[in-house]
């Protein structure tokens, strides 16, 4: 993740509490731990889905878009 995308999350952030004081604000961070950015929030949760089910979960979004 960029700096640039950094700050501009930092802003969006920054902004969302100045008008909402208190707000749950979630974000979807895409390399969170691998960029160090887990201490910019007060809460983490990771979800994970062992290979298998990502698989099944594609060949199933596959099946249904029409695919073989």
Do not use: N, W
């Amino acid at each position: 993740v960029g700096r640039g995308i950094k700050v501009l999350l930092g802003k969006r952030i920054a902004a969302i509490e100045a008008k909402h004081p208190g707000a749950i604000i979630l974000s979807d961070v895409p390399l969170l731990f691998e960029t160090a950015m887990a201490a910019q929030f007060d809460l983490v949760l990771l979800v994970y889905l062992p290979s298998e089910g990502q698989v099944a979960r594609l060949m199933a979004r596959a099946t249904d878009l029409g695919a073989d």
